[in-house]
């Protein structure tokens, strides 16, 4: 086994990284292809990756970030969607002598994907990440919305004529270049936010970064992707997230405030939708946690997982200490509505008091 910063992968490691993706049988998430290691490995220096050898040939990657006391975690954890190592089909690996390599006490994980044997026994909690499926076109997808989101279909599409007549002509960019448009996008998230007492990402030097460099990735499995809504050549909503060629990832959605009453972000989404399958996407990953305008979009759910995986020892103990008391208060919190609703009513009243 070799561990190496991402950037220092060869084009051979690379391809043969692509080639064992591609043979998994799992939805090709970009955030578990090299090239988003490479991008949080330009802004995090404790982004490594080991590559695993049987023979001359690497077996298997595991893209991970080193910090304090040897704690590891999987790479760009806190915003990548999608977790877990790239290896060939019927590799035998052994989770200690993995982390020992790789000189780990512990490696967390809060979306590791579904079928990654090494660690989903090592799982504490399962999450639905809510997925749109045009694999068989938009029009197949409107049909589905029609009969389970009737109401919300006819509203949005209702709205979405509206903002047309009163605020200028409609159009939507798939794929926009502009870079205002995307700081457009940065300013309105962050204000959201602020505005539902939320920490503000984007305020997280590595991730302003991270973004940055993504949107001007451009590799088949990998490609930063910011889709604007526009009217009368104003933005009004806007989304930033990566593709490979058969799934969106969902990232950065954000609108104008000033536009709320027309619900820009959901014509956003079916616009986004939309435009994908004509590109011959299949699958829209919209992540996990819930809101109601993930139920009104969503066809079906994926599963996800968090936890960690620990060797005996300071590190571990460590790790329980820094992480598992919130990762239990979070998931006590999650399992009861009422007492998520009054959460969310307490940090948004918290974050009206910090604006007055």
């Known amino acids: 086994m070799r561990v190496l910063r991402p950037e220092e992968l060869g084009e051979g490691e690379r ?23 490479i991008a949080v490995g330009r802004v995090r220096p404790g982004a490594r990756v080991a590559v695993l050898y049987e023979g001359a040939d690497p077996a298997g990657f595991l893209p991970y970030e080193r910090g304090m006391a040897g704690q590891g975690r999987a790479i760009g954890l806190g915003v990548s969607d999608c ?31 579904a079928g990654q044997e090494l660690f989903a026994p090592h799982a504490a909690e399962e999450h639905a990440s809510f997925v749109i499926d045009v694999e068989k076109g938009y029009e197949t997808y409107e049909s589905v919305l029609r009969t389970q989101s009737p109401k919300f279909l006819k ?86 997230g990566l593709r490979s060629a058969s799934v969106l990832a969902c990232w950065f959605p954000a609108y104008d405030p000033e536009f709320a009453k027309y619900s820009p972000g959901l014509v956003l989404h079916l ?47 460590l790790h329980w200490l820094s992480r598992e008391p919130a990762r239990r208060a979070h998931a006590f919190v999650r399992s009861r509505p009422r007492l998520a609703s009054l959460a969310t009513r307490t940090l948004r009243g918290a974050a009206r008091l910090r604006r007055s």
Not at 18 to 36: Q, Y
Not at 155 to 172: S, Y
Not at 214 to 232: D, I
Not at 284 to 296: I, T
């Open 83 to 113: 977790q877990g190592a790239v290896v060939a089909p019927g590799a035998v690996l052994e989770t200690g002598e993995l982390l020992r390599a790789c000189s780990l006490s512990s490696f967390a994980f809060d979306n590791l994907e």
């Open 271 to 317: 616009r986004m939708a939309e435009a994908a399958a004509a590109e011959g996407i299949g699958l829209l990953d919209m992540g996990r946690g819930r809101a109601e305008y993930k139920d009104s979009l969503k066809t079906g759910e994926l599963a996800v997982y968090e936890g960690a995986v620990t060797r005996p020892g300071a590190g571990a103990a």
């Open 15 to 37: 391809e043969r990284w692509r080639a064992l993706r591609a043979a998994m049988d799992a939805p090709r998430s970009p955030f578990m292809e090299p090239e988003f290691a």
């Open 155 to 240: 509203t949005t599409l209702a709205k979405e004529r509206r903002l047309g007549r009163q605020a200028g002509p409609v159009r939507f960019v798939f794929d926009e270049r502009d870079p205002a448009a995307l700081r457009a996008l940065v300013a309105w998230k962050s204000a959201q936010y602020r505005r539902t007492g939320r920490r503000d990402r984007f305020a997280q030097e590595w991730i302003a970064r991270l973004v940055g460099r993504l949107a001007e990735t451009r590799a088949p499995e990998c490609t930063g992707t910011l889709s604007v809504l526009y009217a009368a050549d104003r933005p009004v909503a806007a989304h930033f």
